[in-house]
């Protein structure tokens, strides 16, 4: 890593730098709110495929970095072999806690493709990592996700806008799905990406292995599954629950798209893991939550 | 006191004033536990709160019905996602029957004072049914409940019938006058579509236009009902998916760009779509930021404005004179009814000077700057004094309900850790008020409360405080003001034993 610029912008109303470093020949960009607001660990959030700290976190940086320091990262994908995909990323995120927020612990909270990253980062230096949060993660590629990595591959090759719609069908929960008119399903669909940089992170996707880096994660875990998940299923979450031992687990009823479905219980689950970990003992399943 | 006629609920460990959406939560919980020494002090003649006062023409809540009810008591029976007010006045009086709470309940019973008794560390309430004791008071007594009128010159020589939105003068026929209905909140714009109907000429005075949103109100099938009663995860589904999604709409509190921009999208392109003409296109469009004021929802309130026996007066009633009212803008109208819909006494709660702690001291004066509460709950001088629903508890985007229930469960640990520790008595300290307070005020100043550029009935105008508001998520409320901290008391004194 090199070289590393920061330039002011605006996320809403919070206050945000925007910097970037460099790891070999990829640019590593990320958003930092800066301001402390309290004693609490800052949190890193790190997006999953096909999205980015902007399309993921829109919601959950603003209003966490209300209360606490919020990092986002950008990840770069990375071109080599896709089975080295989890790592490459993961160093990303490390070279981002050691510049912005060295020699402290963090909150790593990851989403999807992210929580991967997350887990191998946090399993891979546990140094860097004070507590962790894994959202619509999963342990291990497994055959319904190839399946259905399968079918994505084949209509990139046969029919992009088929394979818009098959997005968004896997996407969001069917209860969700069922509350849209016509037009914002159109509105939902046009929002995907079929570019090459995608199709390299569902190779990376067809690749994910946390079975031996899982038992090396030492801190306090907070496992997040979506009940309505069909691209990683909330079983994989629970096989992360089996495969971290300070690991606690809870579920928000949802599809894979948790942070636009229920991005304030989100912020919810989020602070106040952050505020006390260890609030809920290792190996607990978190009380449900009836508002 | 001599007065007082036998009665076996005169000396109780709970006295709870007001018989509305909070002081029957928390009796219904006192119930399921068990416990049976405590009151209820009701003023008016039923249960019900606002949903017993608000008996206008087309008086329905705002919030959805699935969240507008108790979590612990769901209704499979709403007619509709937002359910007329009669039948949320029928769910909390069937709650209070259902639940026991009628041996409870004093009717006839308003605080006229609330006095701390430094000798016995008690309270006593003084009411026409007697006095009434208590180790603990609750005051759950609402804000949206006194009401206010505006302070116009003449208004009381009003030669017509006049009457304030939440005292309906159902005796008074409406149909071919002339009516005036002055406000244009949450209950002028459920009345204008009913009133435009029947009315002659109807004129609506407006100060601020307000920021209108598609209601998306629906029925519920038969079908639809008859599943919720068979599968009540169901109903809790639907709670908590519209619990979470209100709960989303902070974040255009909040002023984040993106969710303000849709949420003044959502509004403005309603009013373009049910208003065609420029002009009045324009009279209805707000000047102040989207959720500065309590954002209205309403598909009938625009067509009614357009009908051509009524006249949207975009300025204030500025005087009365005889059967004229004139507005700001200086016309004149001869009108035959005057509907005041200009809401409640909310940041100078007429109960505050009923209510005496150490030193005689009222709440109100404890409360000249602005009225706040340690967890929105205890306040520093008034010991065993705990208020349900009242300062830091209104939010613009999610359902009151949920507030008080967070409330009723700090309440109940406190009356749990008082058993536990021989009654003794609990007391914030001024310090930790004033802490709390501070922390409300800076998270207010965050918000398009403070910064939307209007004034509303979450302000206090005497300080520009947002005192009424919890200027976060609705979670956040129960995260952080549902737990019961002992420490966070001062508990030296001990009740003495009842008689």
Known sequence: MSTASTVPATAGDVKENHGSLHIGDLEVNFFDSVDEHSGLPPIVLVHGTGGSARSHFGFLFPMLAAKQRVVAVDLATPQGPPDEGQIRMAEQVQAVIEKVLPDRPVTLAGYSLGAVVAATAAGTRPDLVGGLILMAGWLKTDAQQKLRNDIWRALRQSDVEALRRYQAFCAFSAPLLAMLSDGEIEALVSSFRTDDLMAAQMEINRHVDLTDVAPKIACPTLIVAGTDDLMTPFRQSKRLFGAIADARYTEVTSGHAMVVERPAELVHLIAAFNANPNQYPAGAILPTRRP | ?499
Request: glycine share 8%; hydrophobic share 40%.
């Open chain 2, 1 to 499: 006191m001599p007065t007082s006629t036998p009665d076996a609920l005169r000396d109780v460990s709970v006295i709870i004033v007001g018989a509305g959406f909070s002081g029957l939560g928390l009796g219904i919980q006192l119930r399921r536990r068990g416990e049976s020494s405590f009151v209820i002090l009701e003023r008016a003649d039923d249960v019900g709160g606002s949903w017993r006062d608000n008996t206008y023409p087309g008086v329905a809540c705002d919030v959805p019905s699935p969240l507008y009810s108790y979590s612990f008591r769901t209704n499979p029976d709403w007619s509709r996602m937002f359910s007329p007010g009669q039948e949320i006045w029928d769910y909390l009086r069937a709650a209070a029957r259902e639940e026991g709470l009628g041996p409870h309940l004093r009717f006839g019973a308003e605080m006229l004072e609330a006095r701390w008794n430094e000798n016995d560390h008690r309270w006593t309430v003084r009411t026409p049914q007697g006095e009434f004791y208590g180790d603990v008071l609750v005051a759950a007594t609402g804000h949206l409940t006194d009401i206010k009128l505006p302070e116009v010159p003449g208004l009381e020589t009003f030669t017509g019938e006049l009457f304030h939105s939440a005292r309906w003068n159902h005796d008074f026929p409406l149909a071919g006058k002339r009516i005036g209905v002055v406000g244009t909140g949450a209950s002028a714009i459920q009345i204008v579509p009913q009133l435009a109907e029947i009315a002659d000429q109807l004129v609506v005075f407006q100060r601020s236009a307000p920021y209108i949103q598609p209601r998306r109100d629906r029925v519920f099938s038969e079908a639809e009902k008859n599943l919720f009663r068979r599968d009540q995860r169901t109903v809790e589904e639907m709670r908590e998916m519209l619990f979470w999604y209100n709960d989303s709409r902070f974040a255009a509190r909040r002023l984040i760009d993106d969710y303000l921009a849709e949420a003044s999208w959502q509004a403005l392109s309603h009013l373009d779509k049910q208003v065609s003409d420029p002009e009045l296109r324009a009279k209805l469009t707000p000047d102040y930021t989207i959720g500065c004021k309590r954002i209205l929802l309403s598909d009938d309130y625009y067509p009614a404005i357009q009908r051509p026996n009524v006249h949207l007066e975009a300025a204030a009633l500025e005087r009365v004179e005889g059967s004229t009212a004139f507005s700001a803008a200086g016309e004149a109208f001869e009108l035959d009814v005057l509907v005041v819909a200009t809401g409640f006494e909310t940041y100078d709660l007429p109960s505050s000077y009923r209510i005496f702690g150490r030193g005689g001291n009222a709440l109100a004066d404890h409360w000249s700057n602005g009225m706040q509460a340690y967890k929105s709950i205890a306040t520093a001088g008034f010991p065993n004094l705990f208020l349900l629903n009242g300062p830091g508890t209104s939010l613009g985007h999610n359902s009151v309900i949920y507030m008080i229930e967070a409330q009723i469960d700090h309440l109940l640990a406190a009356l749990d850790w008082r058993s536990a520790h021989d009654g003794r008595v609990l007391e914030v300290s001024s310090d930790i008020e004033n802490a709390f307070a501070k922390r409300l005020d800076e998270g207010a100043a965050e918000t398009v409360i403070i910064r939307g550029g209007c004034s509303s009935w979450y302000l206090d105008p005497r300080n520009g405080r947002a005192t009424l508001s919890w200027p976060d998520f609705a979670h956040r409320f129960r995260d952080e003001c549902a737990p019961f901290d002992p420490a966070a008391y001062d508990h030296g004194e001990q009740s003495a034993a009842r008689a």
